[in-house]
T-cell receptor, first 119, second 110 residues
Protein backbone atom coordinates (compact mmCIF):
# COMPACT_ATOMS: atom_id res chain seq x y z
CA UNK A 1 0.00 0.00 0.00
CA UNK A 2 0.87 3.66 -0.21
CA UNK A 3 3.47 4.70 2.36
CA UNK A 4 4.13 8.18 3.65
CA UNK A 5 7.30 8.76 5.63
CA UNK A 6 7.64 11.72 7.97
CA UNK A 7 10.82 12.88 9.66
CA UNK A 8 11.71 13.56 12.39
CA UNK A 9 9.36 11.66 14.69
CA UNK A 10 10.01 14.07 17.50
CA UNK A 11 12.03 17.19 18.03
CA UNK A 12 12.78 19.47 20.94
CA UNK A 13 13.96 22.96 20.12
CA UNK A 14 14.56 26.23 21.87
CA UNK A 15 12.24 29.16 21.53
CA UNK A 16 13.19 31.34 18.59
CA UNK A 17 14.74 28.61 16.46
CA UNK A 18 13.28 27.06 13.32
CA UNK A 19 12.39 23.45 12.74
CA UNK A 20 11.96 21.65 9.42
CA UNK A 21 9.73 18.61 9.05
CA UNK A 22 9.90 16.41 5.96
CA UNK A 23 7.11 14.39 4.42
CA UNK A 24 7.86 11.87 1.67
CA UNK A 25 5.64 9.62 -0.38
CA UNK A 26 7.74 6.49 -0.75
CA UNK A 27 5.99 4.43 -3.40
CA UNK A 28 3.76 6.90 -5.20
CA UNK A 29 3.79 10.42 -6.52
CA UNK A 30 1.81 13.01 -4.65
CA UNK A 31 1.00 16.26 -6.42
CA UNK A 32 -0.82 17.33 -3.28
CA UNK A 33 0.09 16.82 0.34
CA UNK A 34 -1.71 18.02 3.41
CA UNK A 35 -0.34 19.27 6.71
CA UNK A 36 -2.37 18.80 9.87
CA UNK A 37 -1.90 19.84 13.45
CA UNK A 38 -3.30 17.84 16.33
CA UNK A 39 -3.50 18.86 19.98
CA UNK A 40 -3.75 16.14 22.66
CA UNK A 41 -7.04 14.25 22.48
CA UNK A 42 -8.33 16.54 19.77
CA UNK A 43 -9.11 16.24 16.11
CA UNK A 44 -6.90 16.90 13.14
CA UNK A 45 -6.93 20.50 12.00
CA UNK A 46 -5.90 21.11 8.43
CA UNK A 47 -3.20 23.76 8.31
CA UNK A 48 -2.42 23.90 4.62
CA UNK A 49 -2.52 22.09 1.32
CA UNK A 50 0.85 21.68 -0.29
CA UNK A 51 0.90 21.71 -4.10
CA UNK A 52 3.89 20.49 -6.08
CA UNK A 53 5.51 23.32 -7.98
CA UNK A 54 3.25 26.05 -6.67
CA UNK A 55 2.40 27.95 -3.52
CA UNK A 56 0.68 26.20 -0.66
CA UNK A 57 -2.92 26.99 0.21
CA UNK A 58 -3.26 27.93 3.86
CA UNK A 59 -6.37 27.55 5.99
CA UNK A 60 -7.89 30.56 7.67
CA UNK A 61 -5.97 31.57 10.76
CA UNK A 62 -2.73 29.81 9.80
CA UNK A 63 0.20 32.19 9.40
CA UNK A 64 1.95 31.47 6.13
CA UNK A 65 5.09 33.29 7.22
CA UNK A 66 5.20 31.22 10.37
CA UNK A 67 4.63 27.85 8.77
CA UNK A 68 6.59 27.73 5.55
CA UNK A 69 5.68 24.95 3.16
CA UNK A 70 7.74 23.84 0.20
CA UNK A 71 6.70 21.10 -2.22
CA UNK A 72 9.65 20.92 -4.56
CA UNK A 73 9.06 17.47 -5.99
CA UNK A 74 6.30 14.92 -6.46
CA UNK A 75 7.50 12.96 -3.46
CA UNK A 76 8.60 15.57 -0.93
CA UNK A 77 6.92 18.34 1.00
CA UNK A 78 8.49 20.20 3.90
CA UNK A 79 6.99 22.25 6.70
CA UNK A 80 9.26 24.72 8.48
CA UNK A 81 8.10 26.20 11.75
CA UNK A 82 9.94 29.49 11.90
CA UNK A 83 10.87 31.28 15.11
CA UNK A 84 9.15 28.60 17.15
CA UNK A 85 7.47 29.44 20.43
CA UNK A 86 6.12 27.15 23.17
CA UNK A 87 2.57 27.59 21.84
CA UNK A 88 3.74 25.94 18.60
CA UNK A 89 4.34 22.71 20.51
CA UNK A 90 2.04 20.14 18.97
CA UNK A 91 1.76 16.99 16.90
CA UNK A 92 2.18 17.76 13.19
CA UNK A 93 1.08 15.15 10.66
CA UNK A 94 1.36 15.14 6.91
CA UNK A 95 -0.74 13.13 4.52
CA UNK A 96 -1.05 12.47 0.82
CA UNK A 97 -3.39 10.85 -1.65
CA UNK A 98 -2.14 8.19 -4.02
CA UNK A 99 -4.67 8.38 -6.81
CA UNK A 100 -2.93 10.94 -9.03
CA UNK A 101 -5.07 13.46 -10.89
CA UNK A 102 -8.29 11.59 -10.12
CA UNK A 103 -7.57 11.38 -6.42
CA UNK A 104 -9.78 14.17 -5.11
CA UNK A 105 -11.95 11.75 -3.14
CA UNK A 106 -9.27 9.16 -2.46
CA UNK A 107 -8.40 8.28 1.12
CA UNK A 108 -5.49 9.90 2.90
CA UNK A 109 -2.28 8.12 3.78
CA UNK A 110 -0.72 9.66 6.86
CA UNK A 111 2.87 9.96 7.94
CA UNK A 112 3.80 8.91 11.46
CA UNK A 113 3.69 12.49 12.67
CA UNK A 114 6.21 14.76 14.34
CA UNK A 115 5.89 15.72 17.98
CA UNK A 116 7.36 19.19 18.38
CA UNK A 117 8.24 20.55 21.80
CA UNK A 118 9.45 24.11 22.05
CA UNK A 119 11.16 25.01 25.31
CA UNK B 1 -18.61 26.31 6.19
CA UNK B 2 -18.91 22.58 6.33
CA UNK B 3 -18.97 21.06 9.81
CA UNK B 4 -18.68 17.44 10.82
CA UNK B 5 -19.92 16.56 14.28
CA UNK B 6 -19.05 13.28 15.95
CA UNK B 7 -20.40 11.72 19.14
CA UNK B 8 -19.72 10.50 21.70
CA UNK B 9 -16.45 12.17 22.55
CA UNK B 10 -15.40 9.32 24.75
CA UNK B 11 -16.61 5.80 25.53
CA UNK B 12 -15.31 3.25 27.97
CA UNK B 13 -16.72 -0.26 27.49
CA UNK B 14 -16.22 -3.68 28.98
CA UNK B 15 -14.51 -6.13 26.65
CA UNK B 16 -17.19 -7.98 24.70
CA UNK B 17 -19.64 -5.09 24.70
CA UNK B 18 -20.62 -3.32 21.51
CA UNK B 19 -19.58 0.20 20.58
CA UNK B 20 -21.00 2.78 18.19
CA UNK B 21 -19.82 6.21 17.11
CA UNK B 22 -21.96 8.60 15.08
CA UNK B 23 -21.04 11.26 12.61
CA UNK B 24 -23.23 14.04 11.22
CA UNK B 25 -22.41 16.57 8.53
CA UNK B 26 -23.99 19.96 8.10
CA UNK B 27 -23.93 19.48 4.32
CA UNK B 28 -24.46 16.64 1.86
CA UNK B 29 -21.30 14.67 1.28
CA UNK B 30 -19.77 13.04 -1.74
CA UNK B 31 -18.13 10.48 0.50
CA UNK B 32 -17.28 9.80 4.11
CA UNK B 33 -14.14 8.13 5.39
CA UNK B 34 -13.26 6.52 8.69
CA UNK B 35 -9.85 6.46 10.31
CA UNK B 36 -8.44 4.86 13.45
CA UNK B 37 -5.64 6.36 15.49
CA UNK B 38 -4.00 4.21 18.14
CA UNK B 39 -2.59 5.98 21.21
CA UNK B 40 0.68 7.62 20.20
CA UNK B 41 0.17 6.72 16.56
CA UNK B 42 -1.07 8.31 13.36
CA UNK B 43 -4.48 7.96 11.71
CA UNK B 44 -4.93 4.88 9.58
CA UNK B 45 -7.57 4.65 6.87
CA UNK B 46 -10.31 2.12 7.58
CA UNK B 47 -12.94 2.56 4.89
CA UNK B 48 -14.68 4.92 2.51
CA UNK B 49 -18.43 5.08 1.89
CA UNK B 50 -19.73 6.67 -1.28
CA UNK B 51 -23.26 5.50 -2.01
CA UNK B 52 -26.44 6.61 -0.28
CA UNK B 53 -27.52 4.01 2.29
CA UNK B 54 -24.31 2.05 1.85
CA UNK B 55 -23.35 -0.54 4.46
CA UNK B 56 -19.91 -2.10 4.59
CA UNK B 57 -18.47 -4.64 6.96
CA UNK B 58 -14.94 -5.42 8.05
CA UNK B 59 -15.03 -8.39 10.41
CA UNK B 60 -16.57 -6.98 13.61
CA UNK B 61 -16.83 -3.44 12.22
CA UNK B 62 -19.96 -2.24 10.41
CA UNK B 63 -20.02 1.10 8.63
CA UNK B 64 -23.17 2.84 7.43
CA UNK B 65 -23.77 5.88 5.26
CA UNK B 66 -27.16 7.55 5.61
CA UNK B 67 -29.70 7.84 2.84
CA UNK B 68 -29.26 11.59 2.71
CA UNK B 69 -25.47 11.23 2.66
CA UNK B 70 -25.16 13.48 5.69
CA UNK B 71 -24.60 11.01 8.48
CA UNK B 72 -22.65 7.87 9.14
CA UNK B 73 -21.94 5.40 11.90
CA UNK B 74 -19.32 2.88 12.88
CA UNK B 75 -20.41 -0.06 14.99
CA UNK B 76 -18.03 -2.53 16.60
CA UNK B 77 -19.48 -5.83 17.77
CA UNK B 78 -17.98 -7.53 20.81
CA UNK B 79 -15.12 -5.12 21.39
CA UNK B 80 -11.63 -6.39 22.08
CA UNK B 81 -8.68 -4.67 23.73
CA UNK B 82 -7.10 -4.27 20.30
CA UNK B 83 -9.96 -1.95 19.35
CA UNK B 84 -8.75 0.82 21.65
CA UNK B 85 -7.95 4.10 20.00
CA UNK B 86 -9.63 7.15 18.56
CA UNK B 87 -12.01 6.73 15.66
CA UNK B 88 -12.41 9.68 13.32
CA UNK B 89 -14.93 10.21 10.61
CA UNK B 90 -14.02 12.58 7.82
CA UNK B 91 -16.53 13.98 5.39
CA UNK B 92 -15.89 15.41 1.97
CA UNK B 93 -18.18 17.62 -0.05
CA UNK B 94 -18.01 17.35 -3.81
CA UNK B 95 -14.70 18.83 -4.96
CA UNK B 96 -13.84 20.12 -1.49
CA UNK B 97 -11.38 19.20 1.19
CA UNK B 98 -11.82 16.49 3.79
CA UNK B 99 -13.16 17.69 7.14
CA UNK B 100 -12.53 15.57 10.21
CA UNK B 101 -14.91 15.02 13.07
CA UNK B 102 -13.71 15.51 16.63
CA UNK B 103 -13.14 11.79 17.09
CA UNK B 104 -14.41 9.24 19.58
CA UNK B 105 -11.92 7.85 22.07
CA UNK B 106 -12.63 4.19 22.78
CA UNK B 107 -11.25 2.47 25.86
CA UNK B 108 -11.87 -1.23 26.46
CA UNK B 109 -11.67 -2.71 29.91
CA UNK B 110 -10.69 -6.39 30.04
Amino acid sequence: GAVVSQHPSWVICKSGTSVKIECRSLDFQATTMFWYRQFPKQSLMLMATSNEGSKATYEQGVEKDKFLINHASLTLSTLTVTSAHPEDSSFYICSAKSGGLSSYNSPLHFGNGTRLTVT
Amino acid sequence: GQQVMQIPQYQHVQEGEDFTTYCNSSTTLSNIQWYKQRPGGHPVFLIQLVKSGEVKKQKRLTFQFGEAKKNSSLHITATQTTDVGTYFCAGQEYGNKLVFGAGTILRVKS
